[in-house]
């Protein structure tokens, strides 16, 4: 299990985020089961279309806002009460780096990740 993100600026629409999703599928060769809430960006038909054309890629969409069956939602609370608990940036590229070491932290512990998931009443085949 390995969690993926990346810091924008400004707006994500569908252009920006298949090309997410592009990069994430270079980087990842197997099978990738992604846990989508019900965010517009993720039915864009740039997206739509980027899916299509991979098999391997599972995607399984919780219902509409069901922040308590998300397992991205422990995530967030980790990283704020846990990682950045007292942290006082100086600037706002300062809070961009320590986030970004604070959730790949995040990324890199099994633990906590398999604990996100099981934090929720979802049950999803082979996670």
Do not use: C
Request: hydrophobic share 45%.
């Amino acid at each position: 299990m390995r969690s993926f993100f990346r810091l924008y600026e400004g707006t994500i629409d569908g252009a920006v985020f298949a090309a997410f999703m592009r990069e994430l599928l270079r980087e990842v060769r197997s099978g990738v089961l992604i846990i989508w809430d019900g965010w517009n960006v993720h039915k864009a038909p740039e997206v739509r279309s980027l899916l299509a054309e991979r098999e391997r890629v599972r995607v399984h969409v919780l219902p509409a806002y069901a922040p308590g069956l998300n397992p991205v939602e422990g995530m967030w609370a980790h990283s704020k009460e846990v990682g950045l608990r007292g942290y006082v940036p100086e600037d706002k590229l300062d809070l961009e780096l320590e986030a970004g070491v604070v959730l790949d932290e995040i990324g890199a512990s099994q633990r906590l990740l398999r604990g996100f998931v099981n934090g929720t009443p979802l049950r999803i085949t082979g996670v």
